[in-house]
């Protein structure tokens, strides 16, 4: 079984809204006890983030389109732990639903911290490669976006 807290959340970075996430974790879930009460049961705890992945990305593709480009790219800030602590859960939602995809469903799955990278790959089916030059690029334009919404103090 997935963890659910886990799973809503996702659905949360993947689509931005609140409303939304509810709306496909429930599905998801729904869909998982379907299966089951016809004795086939979701294989394993990373198929309810495949099936809410890709709901996810239907209600998103019927939304506002990903903005490509936006943020310059810089190097992780060794203040960066502290600067997304400042951050409200729907800011960290918001830049992580506006991003294109695959790196959307990459960066959320990586901000959950709730996987690893070989667990990433199979839930996402994308070769390593891919995914560690996504998450790095992606990495690299959250720091740019998080220096301008949390500036980091000049250190005295």
Same mark, same amino acid.
């Given at each position: 079984?997935?963890?659910?807290? =886990? @799973?809503?959340?996702?659905?949360? @970075?993947?689509?931005?809204?609140?409303?939304?996430?509810q709306?496909?974790?429930?599905?998801?879930?729904?869909?998982?006890?379907?299966?089951a009460?016809?004795?086939?049961?979701?294989?394993?705890?990373h198929?309810?983030?495949?099936?809410?992945?890709?709901?996810?990305?239907?209600?998103? /593709?019927?939304?506002?389109?990903?903005?490509?480009?936006?943020?310059? /790219?810089?190097?992780?800030?060794? =203040?960066?732990?502290?600067?997304?602590? =400042?951050?409200?859960?729907? =800011? @960290? /939602?918001?830049?992580?639903?506006a991003a294109?995809?695959?790196?959307?469903?990459?960066?959320?799955?990586y901000y959950?911290?709730?996987f690893?990278?070989?667990?990433?790959?199979s839930?996402?089916?994308l070769?390593?490669?891919?995914?560690?030059? /996504?998450?790095?690029?992606?990495?690299?334009?959250?720091?740019?976006? @998080?220096? !301008?919404?949390v500036?980091? !103090?000049?250190?005295?």
């Amino acid at each position: 079984m997935a963890n659910l807290p =886990q @799973l809503y959340r996702f659905c949360f @970075l993947m689509t931005g809204e609140a409303s939304k996430a509810q709306d496909i974790f429930q599905d998801t879930v729904r869909e998982a006890a379907f299966l089951a009460a016809k004795g086939e049961p979701p294989a394993d705890r990373h198929w309810f983030f495949r099936e809410a992945r890709w709901r996810c990305l239907d209600v998103v /593709a019927h939304g506002v389109q990903p903005e490509r480009g936006t943020n310059e /790219a810089c190097e992780i800030s060794p =203040q960066a732990p502290e600067q997304i602590q =400042q951050l409200e859960p729907e =800011q @960290l /939602a918001i830049w992580i639903s506006a991003a294109p995809e695959p790196q959307r469903s990459i960066l959320a799955l990586y901000y959950l911290d709730e996987f690893n990278y070989h667990e990433m790959m199979s839930i996402l089916g994308l070769k390593l490669h891919d995914l560690s030059r /996504a998450i790095g690029s992606g990495r690299c334009e959250f720091q740019a976006w @998080l220096n !301008a919404t949390v500036p980091v !103090a000049a250190e005295e």
